[in-house]
């Protein structure tokens, strides 16, 4: 079908050229992108930002192209080798009004796609698939039960852990991708030294982790799990997800200082950072000065209610401040100064884009409608639309507002709904649009300095898409969930992801960078420079 043959041909006609160029010592005089179809000029686009972050010394190591998955989602052996109960097994287990109501099919994570026996597999399958990083999360209630470690469990990421990286392919651990034990509660301080130490065990037992990722999307776990109750452990709340969002922030504080502590100065070259998610806001109508200023207020509901403390001032927006007066919890000048600067880098997980009404009362602010056009083509999740050109904009506005030294795009994909057609879930032509339109997106930032160090593909493997279930597919590999040996087939989006990778290698240097230096402003908070890229 023509997307990889064609490639291949045109690609070997392409690197011969270069090749020969760099010969001669005219790489640059290769005209970047002329005669370029969309997979190599995507291709391009990337070499030459990444080239540009070589150059400016930004980026210091090769760039980072992994995928992610997560513990629950992935695993299975709920209750295997001394593993004790999340709160989403506890959730997923309990009787439809309770809690599985809420998840579609009443599915739960017990076998999922069954990677706790099957990861040798799929290491070889990330491998063939030429990504050179793997972003994975540790079950908390694996490794501790209670306030005792729990051997085995400990051992399974172990075996893990050393698996990659003897087939060469470099760790990124989170360690809480949202299955905290179910005897603890995000509301109660208590959790805070209870992470401390379930951080410190790992730090201590897997020595060649060179990335470390403290929590997983604070605001999801805060406001899905303990405002609206749809998430475990469903609790519904005024106030839940403040009190969540506190306790979580300190306990990211708490872990950082150990790392920083007991840690850094024996593994210099290893970092520590936390993944955040946000959606880009555009005002509905651009010249309504009312829309603009709602798109930070927006942001800071979202993003800046945990990166303004932690790569900002220490402390909560005031726009979060004021519209919760005196139920948005205080820190005090220690947990401040512990807070502010707790993050090597700035991990990013984005999906899509909404615009903002301020004529709309609050809660119905954000839309993703504009005179009844969507603002961009609808993927099978009810909250997600493919709009690549938020994209850049939110990397320009990170670097813009918080400045971090590198960042990482530890998410970023696109979902289909679960049909019994399975030739169309594997022949994914849509989430090969999606990853083309947002790399480019993605490539135009770093071309303007944005410090993109690397990018993680969500995900893998299809796989328990929360209250969704198993009923929205995110995968580059497709998982039949109905046989018992959960049989991987590679869909058409990981062999494109998987050329993408050493054709992006192979055209280094290739191209003269040529930077258009725009920063971040508001006025390019609409899709007047959407790219020509995007279909
Ligand atoms: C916790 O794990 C340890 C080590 O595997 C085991 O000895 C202990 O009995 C476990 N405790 C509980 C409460 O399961
Ligand atoms: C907080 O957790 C501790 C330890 O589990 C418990 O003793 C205490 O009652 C909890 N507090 C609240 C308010 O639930
Ligand atoms: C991975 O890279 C190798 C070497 O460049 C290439 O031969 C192979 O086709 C790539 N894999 C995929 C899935 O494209
Ligand atoms: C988009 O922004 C441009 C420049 O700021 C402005 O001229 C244009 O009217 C805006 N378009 C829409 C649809 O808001
Ligand atoms: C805010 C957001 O987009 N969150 C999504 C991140 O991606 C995962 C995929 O598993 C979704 O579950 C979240 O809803």
Not at 30 to 47: I, M, P, R, T, Y
Not at 116 to 143: C, E, G
Not at 518 to 533: H, L, P, Q, R, V
Request: hydrophobic letters at 35%; aromatic letters at 12%; charged letters at 25%.
């Amino acid at each position: 079908m023509g997307v990889l043959g064609r490639c291949s041909v045109r690609m070997l006609l392409l690197l011969v050229t270069s090749i020969v160029a760099g010969a001669l010592g005219q790489g640059s005089d290769v005209a970047c992108n002329a005669g370029l179809d969309l997979e190599e000029s995507v291709a391009q686009e990337l070499a030459s930002a990444i080239g540009k972050l070589k150059k400016d010394g930004v980026l210091t190591k090769d760039f980072m192209w992994g995928t992610a998955t997560a513990a629950y989602q992935v695993e299975g052996g709920w209750n295997e080798g001394g593993r004790v109960p999340s709160h989403w097994d506890t959730f997923t287990h309990t009787s439809e009004a309770e809690g599985r109501g809420k998840i579609k099919n009443n599915d739960n994570g017990d076998v999922a796609c069954d990677f706790y026996h099957k990861y040798a597999d799929d290491i070889k399958l990330m491998k063939s698939l030429n990504f050179t990083h793997f972003r994975y999360s540790i079950a908390w209630p694996r490794v501790m039960n209670g306030s005792e470690k729990n051997e085995e469990g400990i051992k399974f990421y172990r075996d893990l852990t050393k698996a990659l990286v003897d087939a060469g392919i470099e760790p990124v651990v989170t360690l809480y991708h949202w299955d905290l034990p179910s005897t603890l509660d995000w509301r109660n301080e208590t959790v805070v030294d209870a992470f401390g130490k379930y951080a410190d065990l790992m730090f201590w037992e897997l020595k060649d982790v060179k990335y470390w990722l403290t929590f997983n999307e604070i605001w999801v776990f805060c406001k899905l799990g303990y405002h609206w109750g749809t998430h475990a452990p469903g609790v519904v709340s005024d106030t839940g997800h403040l009190m969540c969002g506190h306790n979580v922030l300190k306990s990211h504080a708490k872990a950082y200082s150990i790392w920083k502590e007991f840690y850094a100065d024996q593994r210099p070259d290893a970092k520590i950072g936390i993944t955040l998610n946000s959606e880009w806001r555009a005002p509905l109508d651009a010249s309504n000065p009312g829309d603009v200023a709602l798109v930070e207020t927006e942001m800071d509901s979202q993003l800046g209610w945990f990166a303004e403390p932690i790569f900002g001032n220490g402390d909560y927006p005031e726009s979060l401040k004021a519209q919760y007066g005196d139920d948005m919890p205080v820190f005090t000048t220690e947990e401040k100064a512990a807070v502010k600067g707790s993050a090597d880098f700035f991990g990013l997980n984005h999906y899509t884009s909404l615009y903002v009404d301020s004529t709309k009362e609050y809660g119905l602010h954000e839309t993703s409608f504009r005179n009844g056009v969507s603002i961009g083509p609808k993927a099978a999740s009810k909250w997600l639309y493919v709009v690549p050109w938020g994209f850049s904009r939110l990397l320009r506005y990170i670097k813009a507002r918080w400045n971090p030294s590198e960042i990482i795009v530890t998410e970023n994909g696109t979902s289909d709904e679960e049909s019994e057609d399975t030739d169309i879930l594997i022949n994914d032509q849509s989430r090969i649009g999606y990853y083309q339109d947002y790399l480019s997106e993605m490539a135009k930032a770093m071309m303007d300095g944005v410090p993109v160090i690397g990018y993680f593909a969500w995900s893998l493997l299809d796989n328990f898409e929360w209250a969704d279930g198993y009923d929205k597919r995110f995968g580059l590999t497709y998982i039949d969930f109905k046989d018992p040996e959960r049989p991987r087939t590679v869909k058409k989006s990981a062999e494109y992801l998987g050329s993408l990778i050493p054709t992006v290698k192979a055209m280094m240097g290739t191209c003269k960078a040529s930077s258009t230096t725009a920063g971040f402003s508001y006025a390019m908070t609409n899709e007047t420079t959407k790219t020509e890229a995007a279909k």
